[in-house]
Structures are given as C-alpha cells and as structure tokens.
C-alpha cells in the first residue's frame, strides 16, 4: 500500500506562495463586473437611451481590445444626452460636460479631475473607460422614474424580468449568475476579517512561544524567516483596493459551449446539494441556449463561407469573364485585322489587275491607231505613186514641148522608181496581226483558238473574247473587235452641220457708232481692197459649204474675216442657229 506522509508547514507555504497565472487582457475584462454590468444595462435600457443595443458582447469586446476605437466613447456620448440638457453634444465637448454631470451628482467619484482642461476619455485605458461608463449608468439610475417612463416595459410584472437571479451555489458557498449575455459568473465572498490579538494577553504570549520553538537555530533559516515575517507585516498592513464589490470577487466561468460543459463535468459527480442544483440548472436552461447559439454560429459561419465561396468564384467568374471577354475582343480586333488587310490586298490585287488591264488595253489601242497610221500612210504612199505614174503616162501621151516636155530618160527613171516604191509598199503590207488582251501581239501563233476580226484582220484569242470554239467554227459566225465597232460607231453618228454665212451690210448714214456689235473690228482697221468678182463668189461659195465632219459636234464657233468696209464678220453655228434667207 503507499504510504501517505503529512506535509510540513514549509511545503504548505510555499504552495501557497506560488504566483498565480497572468491572465490575457480579455480575460481581464471579462473578470470585470463593471463590464458585465454594463452590457447589461446596454441590453435592458439602451433603446431607451438610444444606445445602439445591437452590439454583441463579442463585438463589444472586440472594440475594447482595438486602440484607439470610439465605440465606447458613443455608448458614453448616448449616456451623457440622456443626462445633459444641453443639446448638439459632441465627442469634443463629452470630456467637459461629463465632468460637470460628476461634479453635480457624485462628485467623489469624478475621473476627470478638476483642473481647468478635464482628463480626456480617450487617453484613459481600457478598463478605466469601461469603469467610467458603468458610474454613468449609475447617474443614470439616480432618476429611475424618469427611465421607467422611456421604457416599453411599462407594466410591474414586465419590469420584474430586470431582477437577475442567482443560477445556484456550489460547496463553498459561492454564487453563480447567468446574465442576458448567456454566460456564466461567479460571485465570492470577501474572506472574513482575522480579528488582532492584543500582546500582553494569554493567547497572545502563547502564540508567541510557540513561534519561538518553531524557529530553526540557523542563521540562513533566521535570516528567510524574519524576511518573511517582514513580508507578511507588509502584506497585512497593505489592504486591496476596494472595486465597489466590497471585497468580493467577481470572475466569468463559461463563455463556449465546450466551457460551460466543462464546467458541468467538473461537478457531474458531486454529492453536494447545491451542486447538484446548479449542475441541473445549468444543463437545462443554459446548455440548450448555448447549443442553439453554437448552431445558428455555425450556420452564420457556413454562410459566411459559402457567401465568401460565391463572391470568390463570382470574382474568378468576373475575372474569368472579363478575361475570356478581354481573349474574345482580341481575336474579333485579331480577325478584323486580318479581314480588312485580306480586303486591302485584294483591293491591291483588284486594282493593279485593272491597271494591267487598262494598260494592255491603251497599249491595244495603242498599237491599233500605230497600225492604221501606218496602213493610211502606207496608202496615201501609194496613191502619190499611182498618181505620179498616172501623170507620168498622160505627161508621154500629150505634145512634145520644149519647156513642158521632160527628157525620156528621166521620165523613165521617174516611172521605174514609182514601181519600185509601189512594189515595196505591197511587200511591207501587213497581211495579219495578232493582237490579244491578253498581250500578245506581233505575227505569232501560239496553238491557242483565235478568231480573227471582219474588218481589221487582228486575231485575238477566242477564250479571251468569252466565244466557244464551236460558236467560232460556224459558217455564219462573223467576229468584229471592239475598236472596229467603237471607229464604226463613230463614224455613224449624226453630226450636225455647220454653216458659214457672210452677211454685207452697208452702214447707215447717221447711225450711231456705238451700235455697232462687239466683234465688228472693221472700223478699226484699214480698208482694204475690193475683191473681184470671182474672188466674192469663191467666198460665198465657201460660205455655204459644209463644215468638216472632223469638227466636235454641238461646237459654235464665230470669226471675224471680212472682206472689206462695211461687212460683218463671219459666224459658224448649227443649222438650227442660222438664220434665214
């Protein structure tokens, strides 16, 4: 079996001696029953202050931890309106005018001090400021009517839900309280007061030799001992400062959940009665509570993610789309792109076939009107020398003179050369040409089917002309080119006729000289000799002649020939402008 010993006095103290864990910040004002006492008043009277009471404890304490918040500084700002008459208060002017609501209802218990500058709020810490609000809500309660009339509980029996009762008790006789915030408080006891025993009594010499024969002979264990009874002097002279509870210690037990079933757990087995009461009160009423709370959190919280969730994939599908848009945009600018340089190179490609086109063709033409130059100069070649001999066979037929007559042998030479030149002519006489859109010319065949025009004898090729092979080997196919059927066009139309008529007028006596027409000149020049009667008729023979056929149609030309004093000049117009006989 082990063996159990008695611990000595020395292991008992210093047992007791050892130093408590420091506790967080937060825990420290959870400790606090300022803090609880406020958010309790928050919850009960804060719509009727016009506090905001949707502030969760969490948030609450949240707000206590972050520097340099003003939450607290609202809370006391909404206390302070309710105390103060004076309307338009602000956060400049809380500190002055909170100090004047101490100074006029609890003047002892002032935190700002009475200098002329107060103490500003938000220089005080956390759990002064926290301190501070709860003594407002103490003014505040000084005039309880007043709040009860702003109040929607209106009724006694309304107003008796405010009680707060204790939950239960343990075996050391300490309360517990479950406030508004569903957590769970305990409230001890101050311990009681050891009452002093005077020295020259009984007892007190007693006490005194036993503490002598406990004393140890050493010197170090002397030395340790007056320490401490030193300390201990110290200790019971120092007395802690009083919170407003009396001595009495108030401590938060069970936040979570898994706390308050930690909690239950610690005294499942318990035989104590009211334990046993409290261990029952707590599982039935406040673990529910607290199970719901945890399920509807962790609802909030699976929402929460899931809104995260959405808003992510919502951003990823934005991004995603903007992005597959930004791709999409690209490719559509991409293929534009390329549409319109495919359509420029095609309008490029358009362009400069039309371009060969129209130079092969002015080069067609070009070649055409050399070749027709050339067969009319080859032609008027040949009438001179037919001309020539024909002038040459009368010149031998005629008289023989002196003068006139030509030596034989020269005109024999001259007949000779004539032939020649004509045999030449009928040697450099063309007698077929190729001459293609395609651009070919020249006297070449090069296997393709051609056809051949009626008029100029150019052969072009029939593929390019757009005629069928068995539409050409017809007997009645008959194929005349374009610039044929321009020429002939042209040749064909009407062109007006244009008449040159000479008028002689003989100038009045007495006319004025201004009424002679702009484009008579005559008085200005000199006058000129009379023609002769032939010469006159030759003109008025010319005058009624028509005009050239190579003239532009629809021209109206006027001169001003005249054939002496007195005559108008001469106008050339259609015959629809002439005037009559």
């Not at 008029?455 to 593929?463: G, L």
């Not at 009379?530 to 050239?548: G, H, N, Y």
């Amino acid at each position: 079996m082990p063996v159990s010993r008695k611990r000595s006095r020395r292991e008992l103290d210093s047992d007791d001696s050892a130093p408590p864990k420091e506790s967080s910040l937060l825990q420290r004002i959870r400790n606090m029953w300022q803090f609880a006492n406020l958010f309790q008043f928050i919850l009960l009277f804060g719509p009727a202050l016009k506090v905001d009471d949707n502030l969760d404890i969490e948030d609450l304490e949240a707000e206590c931890l972050t520097p340099g918040s003003t939450v607290l500084q609202d809370i006391g700002l909404g206390l302070l309106k309710y105390l103060s008459s004076h309307r338009g208060l602000t956060h400049g002017l809380f500190d002055e005018y909170t100090r004047r609501q101490f100074l006029a209802k609890a003047p002892e218990k002032n935190p700002f001090g009475t200098d002329e500058i107060p103490a500003r709020f938000a220089d005080f810490d956390v759990f002064t400021k926290i301190r501070v609000l709860q003594l407002m809500t103490q003014l505040v309660m000084m005039n309880p009517e007043k709040l009860r009339e702003r109040t929607e509980e209106q009724k006694d029996t309304d107003q008796t839900n405010w009680r707060i009762e204790p939950y239960g008790w343990d075996r050391h006789d300490r309360t517990y309280f479950v406030l508004d915030d569903n957590r769970l408080y305990r409230l001890t006891d101050a311990p009681p007061s050891v009452p002093k025993l005077k020295k020259n009594t009984k007892k007190a010499r007693a006490a005194q030799r036993a503490s002598k024969r406990r004393r140890v002979s050493s010197g170090a264990a002397s030395d340790n001992e007056e320490a401490g009874d030193e300390a201990s002097e110290t200790g019971a002279v120092g007395e802690p400062e009083d919170d407003g509870l009396g001595g009495m210690k108030w401590e938060c037990v069970a936040v979570t959940l898994d706390e308050v079933r930690e909690f239950i757990s610690s005294i499942q087995k318990s035989k104590d009665e009211n334990e046993k009461i409290l261990r029952d009160q707590v599982h039935d009423h406040l673990l529910p509570i607290l199970e719901k709370q945890e399920e509807s959190r962790k609802r909030k919280q699976l929402q929460r993610e899931k809104e995260l969730l959405s808003l992510e994939k919502m951003t990823h599908a934005k991004r995603s789309t903007r992005l597959a848009g930004k791709a999409e945009q690209q490719k559509m600018e991409e293929r534009t792109r390329e549409e319109e340089k495919k359509r420029r190179e095609e309008e490029a490609a358009r362009r400069k076939e039309e371009q060969q086109r129209l130079k092969l063709e002015r080069e067609r033409d070009n070649r055409l009107m050399s070749r027709e130059q050339r067969v009319k100069e080859r032609e008027t070649r040949r009438r001179l020398h037919e001309e020539e001999l024909a002038q040459l066979s009368e010149d031998s037929k005629g008289p023989v003179g002196a003068a006139a007559r030509m030596s034989e042998r020269r005109r024999l030479a001259e007949i000779e050369r004539n032939k020649k030149a004509l045999q030449e002519l009928e040697e450099e006489e063309e007698d077929w040409i190729f001459d293609c859109a395609c651009g070919v010319y020249g006297q070449v065949d090069d296997g393709s089917h051609s056809v051949a025009c009626e008029r100029c004898n150019t052969w072009q090729h029939s593929k390019c002309l757009g005629i069928k092979e068995e539409e050409a080997e017809q007997e009645d196919f008959q194929f005349i080119c374009s610039s044929c059927q321009r020429r002939e066009t042209e040749t064909n139309e009407p062109r007006p006729r244009t008449i040159k008529l000479k008028v002689n007028r003989q100038e009045e006596p007495g006319s004025p000289s201004d009424e002679q027409p702009a484009e008579n000149t005559t008085a200005a020049q000199p006058p000129r000799p009379q023609k002769s009667e032939p010469l006159r008729a030759a003109s008025a023979q010319v005058a009624t002649t028509s005009a050239d056929p190579a003239q532009p149609t629809g021209n109206i030309s006027s001169g001003t020939v005249t054939d002496g004093p007195g005559e108008q000049p001469i106008f050339l117009a259609p015959p629809e402008f002439a005037p009559p006989r």
